[in-house]
């Protein structure tokens, strides 16, 4: 189906993350949120979520069978990632990743209109394995972006801390800043965030690897997504048992989770991307 009938609505979630963005930039001269005006905005998160969710599904679950790219790959891991984050900001202090998680949700939403990705084999899409590799492939790289912004905003409070970011006093930055929570806290969030995430893509990872004939219909190929896929379910292990043997943390630990993510990216977008935008090819 085709949200409102037109299928040209798919620039609509990208420009209602980039309203809601403005509206927030206006208010962010108040210091302390009150308890209304955060309900409010995280009611119209919830509904442009809805909204975001309805366009994605028919960009990917098209007329013509399901269709797939790094850009429905990113739309779904922003979308994946700003849900997690709005069920646990009820729960947790965490407001601090709303702007990066609705920026980089409004960049994501609006890639499938301009790549639209390629037609994957019917097949596939109706092996039950694949369905289930694939929905939890998503929702592991979708968390373990929530998880990367996170470890971003915790290397500005560190280089803030330790005076290395020039920052005006009394600014809107500053002011963000200081709503963060403590660096312990949230060094606390952040792992929460990677072991979660962790067991997912381990599951990715290795469902992959052993139904690789029953999941895509050709035996395992150490490719490069292969290649990058275990480089950064090693770097994330390792940064866990790291944690638990050594109390790794602070700086250490937030260079460690970049490195993983971006190899994980370069695994499930940067593959597609260069098959499809460089060497254009379905």
């Given at each position: 189906m085709?949200?409102?009938?037109?299928?040209?609505?798919?620039?609509?979630?990208?420009?209602?993350?980039?309203?809601?963005?403005?509206f927030l930039s206006l208010?962010?001269?108040?210091?302390?949120?009150?308890?209304?005006?955060t309900g409010m905005v995280q009611a119209i998160i919830f509904v442009i979520l809805l909204i975001h969710g309805v366009v994605l599904h028919d960009s990917v679950?098209?007329?013509?069978?399901?269709?797939?790219?790094?850009?429905?790959?990113?739309?779904?891991?922003?979308?994946?990632?700003?849900?997690?984050y709005w069920f646990q900001s009820w729960f947790l202090p965490i407001s601090s990743l709303r702007w990066l998680s609705l920026l980089f949700a409004m960049i994501c939403a609006a890639l499938p209109a301009l790549f639209p990705g390629s037609l994957i084999s019917p097949k596939a899409v109706s092996d039950p394995w694949f369905k289930g590799h694939f929905i939890v492939?998503?929702?592991?790289?979708?968390?373990?972006?929530?998880?990367?912004?996170?470890?971003?905003?915790?290397?500005?409070?560190?280089?803030a801390l330790h005076r290395q970011l020039a920052i005006l006093p009394n600014s809107r930055a500053a002011h963000w800043l200081e709503e963060?929570?403590?660096?312990?806290?949230?060094?606390?969030?952040?792992?929460?965030?990677?072991?979660?995430g962790f067991g997912l893509l381990s599951l990715t990872v290795f469902?992959?690897?052993?139904?690789?004939?029953?999941?895509?219909?050709?035996?395992?190929?150490?490719?490069?997504?292969?290649?990058?896929?275990?480089?950064?379910?090693?770097?994330?292990?390792?940064?866990?048992?790291?944690?638990?043997?050594?109390?790794?943390?602070?700086?250490?630990?937030?260079?460690?989770v970049l490195s993983a993510y971006t190899a994980l990216l370069l695994a499930y977008v940067g593959s597609r991307f260069v098959v499809e935008v460089i060497l254009q090819r379905a």
């Open positions: 085709d949200i409102l009938g037109y299928s040209s609505y798919g620039w609509l979630p990208s420009a209602l993350y980039l309203l809601l963005l403005l208010k962010a001269k108040v210091k302390i949120e009150t308890h209304l005006f679950f098209t007329s013509q069978g399901f269709v797939f790219g790094f850009a429905q790959d990113l739309s779904l891991i922003a979308w994946v990632g700003l849900a997690f492939a998503t929702i592991s790289v979708g968390l373990l972006s929530l998880a990367a912004m996170h470890a971003m905003l915790m290397s500005l409070q560190d280089r963060l929570p403590p660096l312990m806290t949230m060094e606390s969030l952040l792992f929460n965030l990677l072991y979660v469902s992959g690897l052993l139904f690789s004939q029953a999941l895509f219909g050709k035996p395992l190929v150490f490719d490069h997504k292969t290649i990058f896929a275990l480089l950064s379910w090693f770097l994330f292990a390792g940064l866990l048992v790291a944690r638990w043997r050594v109390g790794l943390r602070g700086r250490a630990a937030v260079r460690w």
